[in-house]
């Protein structure tokens, strides 16, 4: 069984820029997709941006395309999964709880989040104004 975990949430003044970090184990080792999700208080959960394990190609949402940046480290043993999300020139709207996930299929949808079978528990950023 896959499992998520985030980490490097946190409170920060807007232009600010932040790292978070999803750990994957557990079999991570057939992980093909991995992606990051935020959701706002009142707000539906929305894609931010993915990476295809494989290649690296990526996928960004519009609003944060050129700010943010996902990016996959992998344990020597591959035993372990790593994926990142550096945000820069960080937006009060970009204030929301950050889940990452992961699937062990392909999909020609990454953006939706019905192609993930696995989910973090979620870290909190806020950008103050």
């Known amino acids: 069984q896959v499992q998520l975990a985030e980490s490097g949430g946190g409170l920060v003044q807007a232009g600010d820029a932040l790292r978070l970090s999803c750990a994957a184990s557990?079999?991570?080792?057939?992980?093909?997709?991995m992606a990051w999700f935020r959701q706002a208080p009142g707000k539906e959960r929305e894609f931010v941006a993915a990476?295809?394990?494989?290649?690296?190609?990526?996928?960004?949402?519009?609003s944060v395309s050129g700010r943010f940046t996902i990016s996959r480290d992998i344990s020597r043993d591959n035993a372990k999964n790593t994926v990142y999300l550096q945000m820069t020139r960080l937006k009060p709207e970009d204030t929301a709880v950050y889940y990452c996930?992961?699937?062990?299929?392909?999909?020609?949808?990454?953006?939706?989040?019905?192609?993930?079978?696995?989910w973090g528990q979620g870290t909190q950023v806020i950008v103050s104004s």
């Open positions: 996930a992961a699937d062990r299929d392909y999909t020609l949808d990454p953006r939706s989040s019905y192609e993930y079978a696995y």
């Open positions: 557990g079999g991570s080792f057939s992980i093909v997709n």
């Open positions: 990476i295809i394990l494989s290649d690296e190609i990526t996928y960004y949402l519009d």
